[in-house]
Every structure is written in structure tokens, then in C-alpha cells.
């Protein structure tokens, strides 16, 4: 069985910082990426930045760019995300996912596991 558990959200002023934090655990067989996707109230889930099991490949969701940082530990089963210059319409409940492939991918059904979420809320 395969456990995400996702941590570092809370509330934020505008212009703050956070950094999430997710760790998997469990049986996964294959060299996986990392992503991180979002959802807010009322709106569909949505791709945040991705990572592959290399690290040498990225992928941002534009409006992040310049702005979040995706990384990854050298045991590749943490994966982070820096929040700098946070927005309000960054808030959202954040979602971390195993990849079915290796390669960083922006799609969901390009992934195999979610964890459960965490909340972000950035106040203007």
C-alpha cells in the first residue's frame, strides 16, 4: 500500500512564503516523478509543477513560474514545494502524486497516487 502525507500548509499574508512537504511510502516498483496540483473551492483540480525521478526535468504551471520551486530529496521519495511570493488566488488545497511514468508530466491521469491535501490560504 501506498501513503502520501502531505505537510507545511497554513495561512499566509500576501506576499509570504510556505513550503510543503510530502513523503511517500510504500511498494512502488517503478522510477517515478513527483507533482504537486491544487483545487480550489469551486474549481477543478489543477497542475502545479512537476518533477522527474532524475530531477533533471521540471514543469510549472505558468502563472507559478518565478515564483514556486519544485524539489526533491537524493532518496527521491520527498518531494517540495517553495511558495515564494504567494497570491491570493494561490489559495487552494495543495496535492501531492506519483507518477506512473518517470518523466515530469502535467496531466492527473498521468498519476498513480494522491495524497490527501493540504489547505493554503493567502490572505490579501
Known amino acids: 500500500q501506498v501513503q502520501l502525507v502531505e505537510s507545511g500548509g497554513g495561512l499566509v499574508q500576501a506576499g509570504g512564503s510556505l513550503r510543503l512537504s510530502c513523503v511517500a511510502s510504500?511498494?512502488?516498483?517503478?522510477?517515478?516523478?513527483m507533482g504537486w496540483f491544487r483545487q480550489a473551492p469551486g474549481k477543478e483540480r489543477e497542475f502545479v509543477a512537476s518533477?522527474?525521478?532524475?530531477?533533471?526535468?521540471?514543469k510549472y504551471k505558468n502563472s507559478v513560474k518565478g515564483r514556486f520551486t519544485i524539489s526533491r530529496d537524493g532518496a527521491r521519495n520527498t518531494v517540495r514545494l517553495q511558495m515564494d511570493s504567494l497570491k491570493p488566488e494561490d489559495t487552494a488545497v495543495y496535492f501531492c502524486?506519483?507518477?506512473?511514468?518517470?518523466?515530469?508530466?502535467?496531466?492527473?491521469?498521468?498519476?498513480?497516487?494522491w495524497g490527501q491535501g493540504t489547505q493554503v490560504t493567502v490572505s490579501s
Open positions: 518533477i522527474s525521478w532524475d530531477t533533471n526535468s521540471v
Open positions: 510504500g511498494d512502488i516498483t517503478w522510477s517515478y516523478s
Open positions: 502524486a506519483v507518477g506512473a511514468y518517470s518523466d515530469a508530466r502535467e496531466f492527473s491521469y498521468n498519476y498513480a497516487y
